[in-house]
């Protein structure tokens, strides 16, 4: 982390979800379906990378803005249209290229569609968010920031994705530590597997946690 930035505490949720806390605040990253219902419950901002259930959940957003009058979500226009007319003033639209503040946070965002499921299925709209220029959530999607990464948040296993390209994905980023997410469809069999290779071969600091555990970056 950069001596700027106080120190970040992780708290790893399941599937693509994670809580970053600083400073006595608050953000979530990709509450989705396969998240706990609590999983955006106290935060003072929430950042929704694309529209897809495992994403997004209107009801675990819906949950987090009412117990917090004070939070905000920031995310594309997919999702923005979809709450943003009972949330006035509350959802913020964003894109690539894009930088705002949010739970004293600095965001850039980066990247603009989905990765390819397949070539018959049109490709969606997706973000990924850079928290202090040093923290990066890619969603659904390699994309490669045009600056240097300290964690890289991995998505580890999707119906878009291999491994091959989840390894090469990780060394072109170059991060000083990787952690996984979007892991909700691996068993505990397979978890280990995918584990070694990317740790492997990944040239990093590749790291697993179990839904609910923390570590400080």
């Known amino acids: 982390m950069s001596d700027t930035h106080s120190s970040i505490e992780l708290t790893k949720k399941s599937h693509a979800c994670v809580r970053l806390e600083k400073d006595g605040r608050t953000l979530v990253l990709d509450p989705g379906a396969f998240s706990?219902?609590?999983?955006?419950?106290?935060?003072?901002?929430?950042?929704?990378?694309?529209?897809?259930?495992?994403h997004f959940s209107e009801p675990h957003l819906r949950a987090a803005l009412e117990a917090n009058p004070a939070a905000e979500i920031w995310t594309l226009r997919s999702v923005a249209e979809q709450l943003s007319a009972a949330f006035p003033g509350?959802?913020?639209?964003?894109?690539?290229?894009?930088?705002?503040?949010?739970?004293?946070?600095?965001?850039?965002?980066?990247?603009?569609l989905h990765a390819v499921i397949?070539?018959?299925?049109?490709r969606i709209t997706n973000v990924g968010f850079l928290l202090d220029g040093a923290v990066f959530h890619p969603g659904d999607a390699l994309t490669v920031p045009d600056q240097p990464v300290e964690t890289l948040l991995v998505p580890v296993m999707?119906?878009?994705?291999?491994?091959?390209?989840?390894?090469?994905?990780?060394?072109?980023?170059?991060?000083?530590h990787a952690y996984d997410i979007h892991d909700a469809l691996l068993t505990d069999l397979a978890l280990p597997l995918y584990g070694q290779h990317i740790g492997n071969l990944g040239a990093t600091n590749h790291h697993h946690l179990a839904p609910g555990a923390s570590t400080r970056l």
């Open 158 to 176: 999707a119906p878009w994705n291999k491994v091959s390209e989840v390894i090469d994905y990780v060394r072109e980023v170059k991060p000083r």
């Open 118 to 122: 397949h070539p018959d299925l049109p």
């Open 90 to 112: 509350r959802v913020h639209t964003v894109g690539h290229g894009d930088t705002f503040s949010a739970a004293g946070f600095d965001v850039q965002v980066h990247g603009e």
């Open 36 to 54: 706990e219902d609590d999983a955006a419950l106290g935060a003072d901002a929430v950042l929704v990378t694309h529209e897809h259930p495992d």
